[in-house]
């Protein structure tokens, strides 16, 4: 079955960097787009970016743009989400998310469990 | 960018009740990038339906998902006591590409 298991969250000083990965099996994962979500405490779900199946075409909230990266290692059958120069306000459950079409940014048919970002001095 | 606003804030029923959440996009958007998740606490979102009104596999036919342009909701027949749960729209925008979630509907038992 589709399982997408986050890790890499913990808690960070503010204008430090954290890496999240997402390790995907249970479904060809080279040939799905992929999407991050977050859900900073007791708020709503916030859409952070996505990267097409292929690598080639990424897009970003304008609350990434700039300091976040989105990527993947097919081989590695995982997705990844590099945040530089973090802020207070990125404190959140980091959510990733499979698309289940090809085209343009669609819907999320399957979520991980997330993994929690604190940043705090 | 275009906001979706959900209503009410807070709907509270019984078990048994008919339950009706709205989205309301601030423009017009296509059929085909609107979806709806529910989300328990401590839990991930899961996806109820897509493209307005299909549904998601294993979602029970209770849930039912309506609309078109700038009016779209998502209907639950006849409440269980597990769909007491926080609801989401989602839609995307082509220009800028970008991925919109509504602020949520909590569904709580009266």
Redesign the interface.
């Known amino acids: 079955q589709v399982q997408l298991v986050e890790s890499g969250g913990g808690v960070v000083q503010p204008g430090r960097s954290l890496r999240l990965s997402c390790a995907a099996s249970g479904f060809t994962f080279s040939t799905y787009p992929m ?1 991050w ?1 977050r859900q900073a405490p007791g708020k ?4 952070m970016a ?1 990267i097409s199946y292929d690598g080639k075409v990424k ?1 970003y ?1 304008d609350s990434a743009q700039g300091r976040f990266t989105i990527s993947r290692d097919d081989s590695k059958n995982t997705l990844y989400l590099q945040m530089n120069s973090l802020r207070a306000e990125d404190t959140a459950i980091y ?1 990733c998310a499979r698309d289940p079409r090809r085209g ?11 993994t929690l970002v604190t940043v705090s001095s | 960018e275009i906001v979706l606003t959900q209503s009410p804030g807070t709907l509270s029923l019984s078990p048994g009740e008919r339950a009706t959440l709205s989205c309301r996009p601030s423009q017009s958007v296509s059929s085909s990038y609107l979806a709806w998740y529910q989300q328990k606490p401590g839990q991930a979102p899961r996806l109820l339906i897509y493209g307005a009104s299909s549904r998601a596999t294993g979602i029970p036919d209770r849930f039912s998902g309506s609309g078109s342009g700038t009016d779209f909701t998502l209907t639950i027949s006849r409440l269980e006591p597990e769909d007491f749960a926080v609801y989401y729209c989602q839609q995307y925008g082509t220009s800028p590409p970008r991925v919109t979630f509504g602020q949520g509907t909590r569904l709580e038992i009266k």
């Not at chain 1, 709503?44 to 859409?47: N, R, S």
């Not at chain 1, 343009?104 to 997330?114: E, L, S, T, V």
Request: aromatic fraction near 34%; hydrophobic fraction near 40%.
């Open positions: 999407h979500v709503g779900l916030e859409w996505v897009y909230a959510f343009p940014p669609d819907y999320f048919d399957y979520w991980g469990q997330g």
